[in-house]
């Protein structure tokens, strides 16, 4: 018998113990749990008889739609694992994507780069499609540690890192999410499908017998906002930090009629919880905690008054379910009160990043706690336990920056933007802002001599304007890896040793460079 923490088998309890009910509602569509679970099925049987089973990790491209769900329930089912990429990522991205996964098959309507893998397209009728080639042959058995997703995050070598979640990961949070995506609730789905949260918001009401409303676009907006709580009954949404910000700053209103609002990714920012909840003192507002490493959520937090006078700020809270956080000063449990290094293990943790032993060796170390050998995440976070086991955040040990929710090595910026011609050296810098809209990234750039990238009769380069190499910057990078603003430098500050001198360098940023036409 199938392991119960598989995610399709969660969701097929839900479609047998209340068929009728809603599971996914769109703009156009309203699909019951039996006909989501149904046109699963279908897929399932497709793709097993194109050959896809347990071992394999499939590219996923299609629409935010309700038959994106059912394909990848039905990926699920087959015994694989899916990876569902982000239609605005560019082609160049996917090909790095489909280099890394090795896929016998990519779900997708769109060209295929390089036609590096056949491509199969469901019907286009939707998702209550039925099979049409073979029965379904019988369903593969699989266990709880099973890859499930792959969720790519930014990485220093400029190829991003693919994250491979198993099924527990996922379904571990049932216990938690009850509370917001039960029977009874809708939550908003409109995180880009490559991220963890695509998981919270989509397989979080699925697996606990709640409802899932898509958003229309890409963009969570005030309006959009307005129409998922009015048309479709949203009652409780994820949100970035930055979002939420954004959210209070434009509409403040835009929150009624949601009972749950949880939040995460950036610090919280105290003038903007305070509005929030002096305008709506009944919504529920919480702190959210989690790298991709360990699926979408390590700790929450519930927000209220007694949170917002907390020295340091807001906590990130206590453990979710099947979920242990640890403080560690090297390899050893620092002491209560002490800052270290925030590790996470349970069954969140991922399996490995896809290709990287090495990494993955280096991040998921088996450490001694409490006495026992014990797997963890080193999320590279630094924090502290309080007296009452609360985790509170104080910081990062290395250049890591998170923007709008997005984790962001500004090496991975660096590596990708010295392989542009005329590029000589650079350097990213994060951008705070005080008002609490979320950091921005700034890059500086020097170019090489003209005599030693154009050969005679070559077209110039002698002006790589800031202009330019954005233009060049966005054809291989996903949106939130391309910086805000660029500024062309004569020079880079050095250190005696040679290099580039990081402080001097910060210290341009108090006079913001200008940026580059967004819509270039």
Not at 54 to 61: E, F, I, R
Not at 166 to 194: C, F, K, N, Y
Not at 384 to 390: A, E, H, P, Y
């Amino acid at each position: 018998m199938n392991d119960p923490s598989l995610i399709h088998g969660a969701v097929a309890r839900q479609a047998a113990a209340t068929p009728d009910a809603i599971a996914v509602v769109t703009r156009h569509e309203r699909v019951s749990y039996a006909e989501l679970d149904a046109a699963a099925d279908a897929c399932a049987a497709e793709l097993q008889y194109l050959g896809a089973g347990p071992g394999d990790l499939l590219p996923v491209l299609l629409p935010r739609s309700a038959q994106l769900v059912a394909v990848l329930l039905g990926v699920l089912k087959s015994g694989a694992g899916y990876a569902a990429l982000d239609h605005r990522w560019p082609p160049e991205r996917i090909r790095s994507v489909l280099e890394t996964l090795k896929p016998p098959l990519f779900i997708t309507r769109e060209t295929v780069p390089g036609d590096l893998v056949p491509s199969w397209a469901p019907p286009a009728e939707g998702p209550r499609w039925t099979a049409r080639r073979c029965p379904r042959p019988a369903p593969p058995e699989l266990t709880g540690d099973a890859p499930a997703a792959v969720f790519f995050t930014s990485g220093t070598s400029g190829v991003p890192k693919a994250v491979v979640s198993p099924h527990r990961a996922t379904t571990r949070l049932a216990p938690d999410a009850t509370a917001w995506t039960g029977p009874g609730r809708t939550m908003v789905q409109a995180a880009p499908v490559s991220w963890d949260a695509f998981s919270l918001e989509t397989w979080g009401p699925l697996i606990t017998g709640g409802r899932c409303a898509m958003a229309d676009g890409d963009f969570l907006l005030p309006a959009e906002l307005r129409r998922l709580i009015s048309a479709r009954g949203a009652d409780a949404v994820f949100l970035t930090t930055s979002l939420f910000n954004l959210l209070v700053d434009e509409d403040l209103d835009c929150f009624r009629g949601l009972r749950t609002v949880l939040t995460g990714g950036e610090r919280m920012s105290l003038p903007h919880v305070r509005r929030c909840l002096t305008a709506h003192p009944r919504l529920a507002l919480t702190n959210c905690y989690g790298p991709v490493e360990s699926c979408v959520f390590v700790s929450t937090q519930p927000v209220g008054a007694a949170e917002c006078a907390t020295p340091g700020g807001v906590p990130l809270g206590t453990a979710v379910s099947a979920t242990g956080v640890h403080i560690l000063s090297g390899d050893r449990p620092a002491p209560p009160g002490t800052v270290g290094e925030i590790c996470v293990s349970g069954q969140g943790l991922a399996l490995e990043y896809l290709g990287d032993p090495r990494l993955t060796a280096e991040k998921f170390p088996t450490v001694r706690v409490g006495g026992a050998d014990t797997r963890v995440y080193r999320t590279g976070d630094r924090g502290l336990l309080d007296q009452n086991g609360v985790l509170h955040f104080r910081g990062r040990g290395d250049r890591q920056v998170k923007i709008a929710g997005h984790r962001v090595e500004p090496q991975e910026i660096e590596t990708v933007c010295r392989r542009i011609p005329g590029v000589r050296e650079c350097a990213v810098a994060a951008l705070p802002d005080e008002n609490g809209g979320g950091a921005r990234l700034a890059l500086f750039y020097t170019v090489e001599p003209v005599e030693s990238i154009e050969p005679a009769g070559a077209p110039g380069r002698r002006d790589l304007t800031p202009a330019a190499l954005r233009r060049a910057l966005t054809e291989v990078l996903p949106h939130y890896l391309v910086p805000h603003f660029l500024s062309r430098q004569p020079a880079f500050p050095l250190t005696p040793n040679g290099k580039v001198d990081q402080a001097a360098l910060s210290a341009l940023l108090t006079t913001p460079p200008v940026p580059a036409n967004r819509s270039l």
